[in-house]
């Protein structure tokens, strides 16, 4: 059995609270959190984790629903991306696979870390008042997406053909956290990740502190239980 070693790593999905340790924000997951764990674990290399985020999604595909875990742990020179998908091994869906992937990115290769907030009743805002939803985009390989969509012109009868305009962002890995679907609390622990990450890749220091809660000593030393159900 394993267990991660110490440090002061925080980050939720959900309920999780502030200053969660990693062993227990996989448990709260409920996705395979032992599998999850020991993968996390290898990527790590024996390096001490400094702040975790785990975000878990789930699509619902005709009748079938497949879930996807992705787990961001930063370490003092290193952001280690693990993501998890099951699928289904039969028709019936009574057997499952995971496909796991693991990335680890110099801390030194990150080239952006952008945070988009979404507030509700902006006009209503008041000092304090909690962002709704966020948006972490982290950049590191040069890669690049592009949005296209039909162009247009100010004639609403024009029939002509305009081309096509679009926008290009530049970014490896992008999650959505929501107050309402996974927890206020998530929200403000992405934010609080988003802070450490550009922290460690400008080589600022010292580290910012937690924004609320106390952080608890360091990883749990109880080992994972179970793999978690469908």
């Not at 267990?3 to 340790?21: C, D, I, L």
């Not at 952008?114 to 902006?122: F, I, R, W």
């Amino acid at each position: 059995m394993s267990h991660f070693p110490s440090g002061a790593p925080t980050g939720q999905h959900g309920s999780q609270g502030e200053g969660e340790t990693l062993t227990a924000a996989l448990e709260r997951t409920g996705f395979y959190p032992l599998l999850v764990g020991h993968v996390v674990e290898d990527a790590l290399d024996g390096r001490t984790p400094v702040a975790h985020l785990s975000h878990l999604e789930t699509h619902f595909e005709r009748a079938e629903v497949r879930r996807h875990v992705t787990v961001l742990v930063l370490t003092d020179d290193m952001l280690v991306v693990t993501h998890v998908d099951e699928s289904p091994l039969d028709e019936k869906g009574s057997r499952v696979a995971a496909q796991v992937s693991t990335e680890s990115v110099p801390v030194a290769q990150i080239a952006t870390v952008v945070l988009s907030y979404v507030y509700a009743d902006p006009a209503e805002y008041t000092a304090g008042d909690p962002v709704s939803e966020v948006t972490l985009a982290i950049a590191w390989s040069g890669g690049q997406r592009v949005d296209m969509v039909p162009a247009g012109c100010g004639d609403p009868q024009c029939e002509a053909d305009h081309g096509y305009t679009g926008t290009v962002a530049q970014e490896d890995l992008v999650l959505r956290i929501s107050a309402d679907a996974d927890g206020p609390r998530a929200v403000g622990t992405a934010k609080h990740f988003a802070r450490l990450l550009r922290a460690l890749s400008t080589g600022s220091r010292p580290l910012p502190p937690a924004p609320t809660r106390p952080r608890l000593a360091g990883l749990a030393s109880r080992t994972l239980r179970g793999h978690g159900g469908r």
